[in-house]
């Protein structure tokens, strides 16, 4: 596909800088243009972390870096990264113009290598790929040229499990969404490699990834390049949920998939469910008076423009347990061909009633258009970004911003998996709905 | 003075046209004395951290004209600022009663195949989709560090299409990897608009040029009294409205950095007179400023009228102010001729100025008149700031300083600054309309912002207790500048 884009939801390669600021006391190092990274913060992420935006270094290639390489300019700027910045882990990637030019970072950052820093180096020059597949990229490098080099032993460890679900803010709820993926699958007895944000006990974490069992990738399809590349190299299996799951139906179901895989103990994963549904539908039931009779009007049909994880996991739970119905579907995320019929066959079968109709684009501002002349009968519900505002006024429908850009919402760490996920999903509708009111 | 050549594609970038720098270490002084004798040398990091580009610098002048559209010829990454200037155009477009729209703007979605066999094709069915989709009255576009490199005749295909579509397509040459001054990109924003879409007057009009970012319309009560029409541009400005700035009687900056270029330009181009005096900022600069505004507008005697009237209303006050902020220290992190205002600002009100981190120095504008000079006129008028350091957003020496110094508040006028100030303790002032310390009434805002900042001190107090530090004990315990590799000519003649 070579269509322009408007509405950028996503970023270039250089965008994995953000799940190195996700990884605790890790830091990205720059070998690019000056404004790359901030640039990426912008889009990426509402404020710097720990080393992350003003923090970052950067080698801020100018003009000479082009013309005679920048190389050197690279070595000292690590020299001094090692020296100014208190990390565990710092990972040089490139921006388009080392990697037009053509430098030679494996070189560079191999010398620091050999004397046993913990350092990484990988190409993103921007033009390569997005950022949901340099993720992928990324955390792949950091495993062979980190993780791989420092972990004391390899052997198996029963019942740990790494886990590879949101991309840190690309997904802006991703600390939510990751504490709960993490807290569930503690509840049915399994140790938890979450390695991003302030759950993960950071590099130490990420040196016990060869040690995991089993690798779960929660997604529709970024992150699972990184379980084939483990199974390859350490003979990991994984199992591929490929949604976010959201609320109990879809969250039960994930976490029994998970149970026959890893073959736990059937009495403590089912207490565990059990328990938590119970939760779940007592907030359900107590409410479910008051929401089925306010009468002045609620979604009664819904639009995503999202990535596609967020969109399945979306419109299963939105439909099955509260009875939005689906729209048309709209995935943004540049989704590889490869990923895209197993995605049209989730929504094919998006309830045992029910098929939806889904169409893939980078270009949202066609698909707003599109979505402004559908036609409506009812009240519509918009879960995209900050650039739907507008449209979410012309035709009168509730937004909930899901993607990014955010603007309009500080994430703290809110998520929408799970099962607090889903009933945050509701307070987040009904706090839409609700406003809307004199 | 620099010459403006509308017949280049491309403005030179200041490090070349100016002999602006982004490294300097010594007091204010020294860099005055050697900005005017010519022997100014830039000092370069050998460790550094992001910055800005000239890409960000340029959309930010682009992006709000109401009835364009923007394409920047990029990689999807180079388009991560989209939103941030979207926020910024719809609060303005609130603030000035205008319906809520997004900007249009597109990325061209660069990708590695295009790296080998160019993106020029790319680059003209995206003109032609978005004058499909958009029918703007322009199309600009940005370019980016890899449409740089692998050498896309943009040039060409803008003009080519400009005959196609019958409107302006305008190409704005402002690759990353160009400058070190993000400002550069204010400068081809404007070569741009000076070249393709400003047309030659017909007539003169009483209208006034403002170059200003989204500020507030402070000149409005000033102007109109004396029978002129100020004209704020380049955000909120139509194609229409920027075809006709070479029409004013005048043209005021709001701050050199900003506006160097556009004004020369205008000057030079179309003899539109730049009032060539540092902007007006604190008592002293303002009555300055006023009166060479009064000379080339011809109204000198209603301009010291006003000058007396406003005396006599704010010197009381500023008294006051001074003697609730006698003893109190600030730093101050900004922009090179907005930081130059706010020293005279801060002084002005009686604080000690313990040092700044600015941006960058212009030694000259483009106008090549000293009289611009906001950073002599500091030095004269209230004596030389010590500690005076050109830093181009590099945190770490930042940190380092205020660990040191520990002023009682820190000012700064850039996002990614503010934090360092907090996390220490510091009460920390980000004020972002630049308009907000204009004139005399401008000092009396300031002050009470101040005021405000300094009494609120629990979210710092109670930050700081919590925060970590990404930066080692060793790096401050260093000297701030030990990454600095200075060949700076002090010499002075
Ligand atoms: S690639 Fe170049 S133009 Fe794009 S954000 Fe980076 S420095 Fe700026």
Redesign the pocket.
């Known amino acids: 596909m070579s269509k322009f884009i408007e509405q950028p939801r996503y970023s270039c390669a250089l965008g994995a800088q953000q799940s190195i600021v996700a990884i605790k006391r890790a830091v990205p190092i720059l070998h690019?243009?000056?404004?790359?990274g901030t640039?990426i913060n912008r889009l990426l992420g509402q404020g710097e972390g720990y080393a992350g935006g003003s923090t970052v270094p950067c080698t801020n290639a100018s003009e000479t870096e082009i013309v005679f390489g920048g190389e050197e300019r690279l070595k000292s700027v690590i020299e001094g990264a090692f020296k100014v910045i208190d990390a565990d882990l710092y990972v040089v990637l490139t921006?388009?113009?080392s990697d037009i030019v053509g430098d030679d970072i494996g070189q560079i950052t191999g010398e620091f290598q050999t004397e046993n820093k913990p350092i990484v180096y990988v190409e993103t020059g921007?033009f390569k790929s997005n950022n949901y597949v340099s993720h992928e990229t990324v955390v792949n490098a950091i495993i062979d040229q980190y993780v791989d080099k420092f972990s004391p032993d390899k052997s198996k460890i029963k019942r740990l499990v790494n886990v590879f679900a949101s991309i840190p803010y690309q997904d802006p709820y991703w600390i939510g969404n990751l504490e709960e993926i993490k807290r569930i699958l503690e509840g049915i007895g399994l140790s938890v490699n979450i390695l991003f944000g302030e759950k993960s006990d950071g590099i130490n974490e990420w040196k016990t990834i060869p040690n995991a069992e089993y690798n779960i990738v929660v997604s529709a399809w970024a992150g699972l390049g990184i379980a084939k590349h483990l199974e390859n190299k350490y003979g990991t299996p994984y199992l591929h949920f490929p949604y976010l799951p959201i609320g109990a139906a879809e969250t039960s179901k994930f976490l029994h998939q998970v149970a026959k895989n890893l073959n736990l103990e059937h009495h403590r994963v089912e207490y565990f469910i059990k328990q938590e549904e119970k939760r779940f539908y007592s907030h359900i039931e107590r409410t479910a008076d008051f929401m089925l009779e306010f009468r002045y009007g609620i979604p009664r049909r819904f639009y995503t423009i999202l990535d596609a994880s967020y969109a399945v996991g979306f419109s299963k739970y939105l439909l099955n347990e509260l009875g939005i119905i689906p729209a048309k579907q709209f995935i943004v995320d540049d989704t590889p061909e490869e990923f895209q019929d197993s995605i049209r066959n989730e929504f094919q079968h998006i309830s045992e009633l029910r098929a939806a109709e889904v169409e893939f684009s980078i270009d949202a501002g066609a698909v707003q258009a599109k979505i402004k002349n559908d036609e409506r009968k009812n009240r519509a519900l918009i879960l995209g970004s900050a650039w739907e505002r507008d449209l979410a006024k012309e035709i009168g429908a509730d937004l909930l911003i899901i993607s990014v850009p955010v603007a309009y919402r500080l994430i703290l760490n809110c998520g929408y998996a799970g099962y607090n996920g889903g009933l945050r999903v509701i307070e987040d509708i009904y706090d839409r709905v609700l406003d809307t009111y004199r | 003075m620099s010459t403006i050549n509308l017949k280049e594609t491309e403005v030179p970038v200041r490090e070349v046209r100016l002999g602006s720098i982004t490294g300097f270490e010594g007091t204010a002084d020294e860099l005055v004395r050697c900005s005017q004798a010519g022997t100014l040398k830039d000092s370069t990091r050998n460790f550094s951290q992001c910055m800005g580009?000239s890409?960000?610098n340029a959309f930010c002048q682009l992006s709000m004209i109401q009835d364009a559209a923007i394409i920047n010829h990029?990689p999807v990454?180079?388009a991560g600022d989209f939103f941030t200037f979207n926020f910024t155009y719809r609060v303005g477009q609130m603030e000035r009663n205008l319906p809520a729209v997004n900007g249009r703007y597109f990325n061209t979605n660069i990708e590695e195949k295009d790296t080998i066999f160019g993106a020029v094709e790319k680059l003209e069915s995206t003109i032609r989709g978005v004058y499909e989709r958009v029918k703007p009255n322009a199309i600009l576009i940005t370019t980016?560090?890899?449409s740089g490199i692998i050498g896309d005749d943009v040039e060409s295909v803008a003009s080519s299409l400009s005959e196609e579509l019958g409107i302006p397509v305008v190409a704005c040459f402002c690759?990353?990897?160009k400058s070190k001054i993000w400002t550069t990109g204010f400068d081809a924003a404007y070569h741009s608009i000076v070249r393709k879409l400003v047309k030659p007057p017909k007539q003169k009009t009483n209208k006034v040029n403002i170059v200003n970012f989204w500020g507030s319309h402070i000149f409005d009560d000033l102007l109109r009294p004396l029978g002129f029409e100020p004209e704020y541009i380049v955000p909120f400005s139509t194609v229409k409205q920027l075809e006709h700035i070479s029409e004013a009687v005048a043209t005021i900056q709001i701050c050199p950095t900003l506006g160097t270029y556009l004004g020369a330009a205008l000057e030079q181009v179309y003899g539109v007179p730049e009032i060539k005096s540092p902007p007006a900022y604190g008592i002293a600069g303002t009555d300055t400023w006023l009166r060479e505004l009064g000379k080339v507008l011809d109204r000198e005697k209603e301009i010291e009228e006003v000058i007396i009237k406003e005396h006599i209303r704010v010197l009381p006050k500023i008294k006051e102010y001074q003697k609730q902020l006698k003893g109190k220290t600030a730093y101050l992190t900004a922009g090179a001729a907005h930081g130059h205002a706010l020293i005279a600002l801060l002084r002005e009100l009686g604080l000690e100025v313990q040092g700044a981190a600015i941006f960058h120095h212009d030694p000259i504008y483009d106008n090549g008149d000293p009289a611009s000079d906001a950073l002599a006129h500091d030095v004269n008028t209230y004596g030389d700031i010590k500690n005076y350091n050109v830093c181009n957003k590099q945190a770490y020496e930042l940190v380092n300083i205020l660990n040191k110094v520990r002023p009682d508040i820190m000012i700064a006028r850039h996002g990614g600054m503010t934090l360092w100030g907090a996390k220490l303790g510091i009460p920390t002032l980000l004020i972002g309309d630049e308009q907000f310390g204009f004139g005399y009434q401008g000092i009396l805002n300031y002050a009470e912002r101040i005021l405000e900042t300094l009494d609120n001190k629990e979210f710092v107090i109670n930050l700081a207790k919590h925060s970590t530090m990404p930066y080692t004990k060793w790096w401050l315990e260093q000297s701030p500048f030990s990454f600095l590799r200075s060949d700076l000519d002090v010499k002075i003649y």
């Open positions: 690019s243009g000056p404004g790359c640039k921006g388009c113009t921007g | 580009c890409s960000g990029g990454g180079c980016s560090c890899a690759e990353g990897f």
